[in-house]
């Protein structure tokens, strides 16, 4: 547990972080259950992923649910098409 709060305080001393966002569900529960008062004691707000997540889905079907359109990230993440593959790497100059 105190390296999990070390570790978060680093972030906020050395590199000038405002606010920690744990990016594992047990550092996350460590920070924001566990350590009382963890704010004052590293000097930032820690906002726990595992319910900004579920937050976020209720805010979606909060929405959904008044008839307004939620943002879709569907294709987001899919690979490009090869050819656009092939046109980038002949202008970096770089094989495929």
């Not at 972030?11 to 996350?28: F, K, M, Q, W, Y």
């Not at 704010?39 to 079907?61: H, N, Q, S, T, W």
Request: proline content about 7%.
């Amino acid at each position: 547990m105190e390296r999990v709060v070390a570790a978060a305080d680093a972030c906020v001393r050395e590199d000038g972080a405002e606010v920690i966002i744990p990016g594992c569900t047990l550092a996350s529960s460590i920070l924001t259950h566990e350590v009382p008062d963890v704010a004052a004691r590293i000097g930032a707000p820690v906002v726990d992923g595992m319910v900004a997540g579920f937050k976020l889905a209720e805010m979606l079907a909060d929405l959904r649910a008044a008839g307004l359109p939620c943002v879709s990230r569907r294709g987001f993440f899919e690979r490009p098409p090869a050819t656009d593959y092939e046109l980038l790497r002949t202008f970096l100059g770089k094989p495929i």
